[in-house]
């Protein structure tokens, strides 16, 4: 193991590798890094750990454990590696040699500042696939009349688009000389002397790998449809050309386990063969209107930066909002799992906030470990826990004779479900 100045790594446990064509190896005692977050982090993480432990003890009887270890980002990490010190160096190496990893809420302030950390994540590991299920827990409140019928895995493509960083503030020489070559390439265009400008990058190899690995999840899963959303329809070359690409390595890399919506009509009579995924696309505008009325209709969906960032905020809603929302930040050397929300300080150490969001991104991790048993029996203790009424406060406000318990004491409960 490499040696680090804060980390420690534990003295039981060993490493997850990677083979050759790209699965994991995963010993029955693997090492997975773990990040606190800020604000609420602790009291969340504590109780989510709690879960994930008895779920393992309980599951495999002592034959799988997993072996923790901290590492550092956020507010905590300024504590223990210093001034600016909001992403260490040697967290990312963590991160690298361990595979998988898995982190609370993080800091990230508005406008000024650090650039944000969660963003930092994936573009330095390249963890460019950005995924979030999205689904409704039996009892849990909803602004819909049939929450049930959403059903949805997103697939935010995370190191590209207008969250790439490449962007210069207004009255700026690098902006002016930005918009001065604007101006003399396409004269006819305006853009304005005191504006902010910033580059939006697209490209084949981003677009495809993120496609890719929908449509075999997808596959893998018995989902029948893949959509792809852009604005291509406005953005011609570069949300355009994330149609394009998507489609190509569909037909190139998936061959007779897809059919094109192009060709539904034309080879098999308007009807989607059974046993082959559908791969659509939609424009984003109209997307969020299909997903409020028609959301039984679409079970992934692949996308770029912007618009998955809003589309999956805006499907958790639908559900109950981000408190039960997990996440996934997965590339093809590592992956971290994460909650969705963000760190709420005003109820940081009142054990008080919802841990749901981090124990289902722990469910996804189980099964990106290959531990499907701790996963579903997670779920369905969870569900369980909800649809008894046994919540935190911010469900517990928006049901009818629910029992509103502490953050630490739902983790028991779901752990006791399991």
Request: glycine share 10%.
């Amino acid at each position: 193991m490499s040696d680090y100045k804060h980390i420690m790594p534990p003295n039981e446990g060993e490493r997850i590798a990677i083979g050759d064509n790209g699965e994991l190896k995963v010993p029955d005692h693997p090492i997975i890094p773990f990040i606190e977050g800020d604000g609420t982090g602790p009291d969340i993480w504590k109780a989510s750990r709690h879960v994930f432990d008895e779920t393992v003890r309980k599951v495999y009887g002592g034959k799988r454990k997993i072996a923790w270890m901290e590492i550092y980002a956020g507010e905590k990490s300024l504590s223990v590696y210093g001034k600016d010190q909001w992403l260490p160096a040697e967290t990312l190496e963590a991160i690298k040699e361990f595979k998988v990893a898995i982190k609370g809420p993080l800091t990230t302030p508005v406008g000024g500042g650090i650039r944000s950390i969660n963003v930092a994540l994936r573009q330095e590991l390249d963890l460019y696939a950005c995924v979030r299920p999205v689904r409704w827990f039996p009892g849990v409140p909803a602004p819909v009349k049939e929450p049930q019928k959403l059903n949805v895995t997103i697939f935010r493509e995370n190191t590209e688009d207008v969250y790439s960083g490449i962007e210069f503030d207004a009255n700026t020489p690098e902006a002016a000389e930005l918009i001065a070559w604007v101006k003399s390439k396409l004269p006819k265009k305006t853009v304005r002397a005191d504006s902010a400008v910033g580059v939006k990058p697209v490209s084949a190899f981003g677009s495809q790998r993120l496609v890719a690995r929908a449509i075999r999840f997808a596959i893998e899963k018995k989902l029948p449809v893949v959509t792809l959303v852009h604005k291509g329809n406005i953005m011609k070359f570069t949300e355009g050309g994330f149609m394009k690409w998507g489609y190509e390595i569909a037909k190139k890399e998936f061959g007779d386990q897809v059919v094109l919506e192009s060709e539904l009509a034309e080879k098999y009579g308007g009807k989607k063969p059974e046993g082959k995924v559908l791969v659509q696309d939609r424009i984003a505008d109209a997307m969020f209107q299909q997903l409020l009325l028609r959301p039984d209709e679409y079970s992934v969906i692949a996308t770029l930066n912007l618009n998955g960032d809003y589309l999956s905020d805006a499907c958790a809603a639908q559900v109950g909002g981000l408190g039960l929302a997990p996440g996934a930040n997965i590339g093809d050397r590592a992956a971290v799992f994460e909650a969705t929300h963000g760190t709420a300080p005003k109820y940081a150490g009142l054990d008080k906030i919802n841990p749901g969001s981090v124990i289902l991104s722990g469910v996804m991790m189980f099964q990106h470990l290959g531990w499907d048993e701790a996963a579903d029996r997670i779920v369905d203790a969870l569900g369980k826990t909800i649809s008894g009424g046994t919540v935190t406060y911010d469900l517990a406000r928006q049901m009818e004779g629910a029992t509103e318990v502490k953050c630490s004491e739902f983790g028991k409960r779901i752990a006791e479900a399991v």
